[in-house]
């Protein structure tokens, strides 16, 4: 049953995950914000709330070490699997803000998680609020300065939903997430125990390509619709989101402890996570300036198939 759990926990996370996303858009629409910051801001939110679910979840009940794999597993696949996916089905024209704003403050948050938690283990209370006070300063910086500093053509095919509408997606879209999530960690979590894996690779895994899945879908839909900022505004603004508001909010509400048995979070998943986060930059400039192509997927994803495969080895 866990295996069934897990498919229709999936399945629901995808149309959950759709269902929100044409909200956040639909919303987005109505006050006039550019795409770039709409993937930065209301879609990342909307894709990262997987994210944020279960990980307030699983610490609840006790499982740690899932919430925090659950994030870097996520970052990892949303760069590693998603990213690269996306730049195979077309090349991606990178714009300015990637690499002054975007880029620095996803490698800002992601040595503030590593610094959080490589001594102690533990992400205190107060260090969650540090996190998501950074969250709300930069939320701040996006929609005061950025959205003047972006030209943007709104698509013609785009149509703003009346007020109703976007409610209604809002909460189905929201009951498919938590259902979803529900599903995806009780069948995650008693595969686990079934197999005698640790909840932390579990999560760095099976959980975190699950919930990067609206990730995935957001991005594939923008690429197709020749919306490719809101694709890599997305990506990184999801990666910001699950350090700064899903981890924030998760240690605000009880600390977040990794323990023994999931200590590989710290040793091995987190490296992976900084390097992959890092390295999108050079991508960018090598050999084509400003743009990341099919080749740069495919090394991405060469990446992300090494690190599965040495995680479950």
């Given at each position: 049953?866990?295996?069934?759990?897990?498919?229709?926990?999936?399945?629901?996370?995808?149309?959950?995950g759709n269902?929100?996303?044409?909200?956040?858009?639909?919303?987005?629409?109505?006050?006039?914000?550019?795409?770039?910051v709409?993937?930065?801001?209301v879609v990342s939110?909307?894709?990262?709330?997987?994210?944020?679910?279960?990980?307030?979840?699983s610490?609840?009940?006790?499982?740690?070490?899932?919430?925090?794999?659950?994030?870097?597993?996520?970052?990892i696949?949303?760069?590693a699997?998603?990213?690269?996916?996306?730049v195979?089905?077309?090349?991606?024209?990178?714009?300015?803000?990637?690499?002054?704003t975007d880029?620095?403050?996803?490698?800002?948050a992601?040595a503030?998680?590593?610094?959080f938690?490589?001594?102690?283990?533990?992400?205190?209370t107060y260090?969650g609020v540090?996190?998501?006070?950074?969250?709300?300063?930069f939320?701040?910086y996006?929609?005061?300065?950025?959205k003047?500093?972006?030209?943007?053509?709104?698509p013609?095919?785009d149509?703003a939903?009346?007020?109703p509408k976007?409610?209604f997606?809002?909460?189905?879209g929201g009951?498919?997430?938590?259902?979803?999530?529900e599903?995806?960690?009780?069948?995650?979590?008693?595969?686990?125990?079934?197999?005698?894996?640790?909840?932390?690779?579990?999560?760095?895994?099976?959980?975190?390509?699950?919930?990067s899945?609206?990730?995935l879908?957001?991005?594939?839909?923008?690429?197709?619709?020749?919306?490719?900022?809101?694709?890599l505004g997305?990506?990184?603004?999801s990666?910001?989101?699950?350090?700064l508001?899903?981890l924030?909010?998760?240690?605000?509400?009880?600390p977040?402890?990794?323990?023994k048995?999931?200590?590989?979070?710290?040793?091995?998943?987190?490296?992976?996570?900084l390097?992959?986060?890092?390295?999108?930059?050079?991508?960018?400039?090598?050999?084509?300036?400003?743009?990341?192509?099919?080749?740069?997927g495919?090394l991405l994803?060469?990446?992300?198939?090494?690190f599965?495969y040495?995680?479950?080895?």
């Amino acid at each position: 049953m866990s295996i069934v759990y897990i498919v229709i926990g999936l399945t629901l996370l995808v149309f959950g995950g759709n269902w929100l996303l044409k909200a956040a858009v639909g919303l987005s629409l109505k006050l006039n914000i550019p795409k770039i910051v709409i993937g930065m801001t209301v879609v990342s939110f909307a894709t990262s709330a997987p994210e944020l679910i279960v990980s307030i979840k699983s610490a609840l009940e006790g499982a740690t070490g899932l919430a925090v794999g659950n994030v870097i597993g996520s970052n990892i696949a949303n760069l590693a699997l998603v990213l690269a996916i996306t730049v195979i089905l077309s090349p991606i024209q990178v714009e300015k803000s990637f690499y002054t704003t975007d880029w620095p403050i996803m490698m800002i948050a992601s040595a503030m998680l590593y610094f959080f938690i490589a001594y102690d283990h533990t992400i205190q209370t107060y260090e969650g609020v540090i996190l998501f006070i950074t969250l709300l300063l930069f939320l701040i910086y996006l929609l005061r300065f950025q959205k003047q500093a972006v030209v943007d053509e709104m698509p013609e095919d785009d149509e703003a939903l009346p007020v109703p509408k976007i409610i209604f997606f809002l909460i189905i879209g929201g009951f498919g997430l938590w259902g979803g999530s529900e599903l995806l960690i009780n069948g995650s979590v008693t595969l686990a125990k079934s197999l005698a894996v640790s909840d932390a690779v579990i999560g760095v895994t099976i959980v975190s390509v699950g919930t990067s899945i609206p990730e995935l879908a957001a991005s594939i839909v923008a690429v197709l619709k020749k919306e490719k900022a809101i694709s890599l505004g997305n990506l990184i603004g999801s990666n910001v989101f699950n350090i700064l508001a899903v981890l924030g909010i998760t240690s605000i509400i009880t600390p977040v402890y990794v323990k023994k048995e999931a200590v590989s979070l710290i040793n091995h998943d987190i490296f992976w996570m900084l390097a992959i986060s890092f390295v999108i930059l050079p991508l960018v400039f090598i050999p084509k300036s400003k743009k990341l192509s099919w080749r740069d997927g495919l090394l991405l994803l060469g990446a992300y198939a090494t690190f599965i495969y040495l995680t479950i080895v």
